[in-house]
């Protein structure tokens, strides 16, 4: 069915940055046919919905290009203790979910994009397959891919770094099959992807075949890199190099790779990344979390995409901004620079172009699909409203965000959410959130655990 959203203030994130003011944006047929002012649109689609939109600001959806939404069952934990984390179990909750529970915390997070205005999200994650029918059931449009690495885990918690065939080779069929089974499902909403997990954990065998999957099945791929201290000592001592370094000379960098964290690059990797026009995306809310930052103006400068993510136990985007703003800020110690409308343009466009999708979403233009969300701007911390982008960035909170749109479909409208239950998700997660982590606290008593959880469930 068409939409029309009438006499709002659009913030359309094309090049020009242009902010509309009395504005309308026309949806038929999944895409956007007008945008404008709303006395020069003249449509004649008499069975539209026709919304009024006074008092709201229209914005392009935000693109999650880093995200592993299980780890929602990890939220309250483990954003307080490192990368790679400082207590010493075997797992984490997340590891302990049934494939039901599973699912219970792909719809939370996936409940909780949407609340945040997120449109698109890049999950990299393990068994994908278990809950991709209830992701793609959301109407998120979504890259999916497999987080493939094949070395010896058990080896290299004691400092060695062995690589396994049949581990590879299980892993980048897993992926293969995803890409088979969902890439261009769901009219076109979900994405095949493919991924390597880290440099240190992935051989240069996998790196080749990666690269050569995501060209063979024309899609992205991407990785983590630099994400931790102790990739960089594992890197440089069983490469020789640093991690960046071992990428390039293993042929994996490219136009088509999206890297994630870049926290503690040295100048020859930023100049590499840029070089190869590789997207970055920054992670700056989780990369607070753990006391570091991409060095974002310098991957800019080099040549890189800036796209932003989530990455671990949140899927808050407006977080992410205000945090990636933040953190730029006093990185450059610069009082001015970047401004909103950067960390806009990161988290929207830049995402876009991060996956190759930049022709089809990451602004409001004619003939893009209808990807956005509305901004109830009659609340106390958003008036005047003088710059909207700048308000919102700077001030806006997840209940400001009323509606979400994803390829012409409400996935909330008025601030119900349409295609979540979300009551019973927040009571299922509750549940299983508690029982996994009590799980794993009685089933290794030895293992010191500086927290003391709650009796039980609180809802
Ligand atoms: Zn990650």
Avoid at 379 to 386: C, E, K, N, Q
Wanted: hydrophobic letters at 40%; aromatic letters at 6%; charged letters at 25%.
């Amino acid at each position: 069915m068409a939409t029309i959203i009438k006499n709002a203030t659009i913030v359309t994130g094309g090049p020009e940055r242009t902010v509309l003011y009395d504005a309308s944006l026309v949806v038929d047929d999944g895409k956007i046919t007008a945008v404008g002012p709303s006395d020069r649109i003249d449509v004649n689609l008499p069975e539209a919905e026709v919304i009024d939109g006074r008092g709201k600001a229209i914005f392009p959806g935000l693109v999650n290009c880093h995200t592993h939404m299980l780890a929602t069952a990890d939220r309250g934990i483990l954003e307080d203790f490192g990368f790679p984390t400082t207590l010493r179990f075997p797992t984490t909750g997340r590891g302990l979910l049934s494939v039901e529970e599973r699912n219970v915390f792909a719809l939370l997070a996936a409940a909780e994009a949407i609340r945040n205005g997120n449109t698109c999200l890049l999950e990299i994650s393990n068994n994908i397959t278990d809950y991709a029918e209830s992701l793609a059931s959301t109407g998120l449009r979504l890259a999916l891919t497999e987080n493939v690495n094949d070395f010896d885990d058990a080896e290299a918690r004691r400092g060695v770094y062995r690589f396994l065939d049949t581990k590879r080779e299980a892993g980048l069929q897993c992926n293969a099959d995803l890409i088979e089974a969902w890439d261009g499902k769901a009219n076109g909403r979900v994405m095949g992807f493919a991924a390597a997990h880290a440099p240190e954990n992935c051989s240069p065998e996998l790196l080749r075949q990666v690269r050569e999957m995501a060209e063979q099945y024309d899609v992205g791929y991407t990785i983590h890199l630099s994400q931790s201290n102790i990739e960089i000592e594992a890197v440089m001592r069983t490469r020789g190099v640093r991690p960046t370094q071992y990428l390039f000379a293993n042929d994996f960098l490219g136009e088509r790779l999206i890297v994630a964290h870049c926290r503690y690059v040295d100048d020859s990797e930023i100049a590499l990344l840029g070089q190869a026009g590789v997207a970055v995306s920054n992670n700056s809310a989780i990369a607070a979390r753990r006391g570091s930052a991409a060095p974002v103006k310098e991957l800019v400068a080099a040549g890189c995409t800036i796209g932003m993510g989530s990455d671990n136990m949140a899927e808050d985007m407006v977080e992410v901004m205000r945090a990636g703003l933040f953190h730029e800020r006093v990185r450059r110690n610069d009082e001015m620079d970047p401004q909103p409308e950067d960390v806009l343009e990161w988290a929207t466009i830049g995402g876009a172009r991060a996956l190759g999708i930049a022709d089809r979403i990451g602004s409001l233009e004619v003939g893009k699909q209808a990807d956005l969300f509305i901004v109830d701007l009659r609340r106390v911390h958003l008036v005047p409203t003088l710059r909207v982008v700048s308000a919102f960035v700077h001030n806006g909170q997840q209940p400001d965000i009323t509606d979400v749109m994803v390829d012409s479909q409400w996935l909330m409208r008025d601030s119900r959410l349409t295609t979540i239950d979300e009551d019973q998700v927040i009571s299922a997660a509750e549940q299983a959130g508690h029982a996994a982590w009590r799980r794993l606290v009685d089933e290794n008593p030895d293992v010191p655990f500086p927290i003391r959880l709650p009796p039980g469930p609180l809802l």
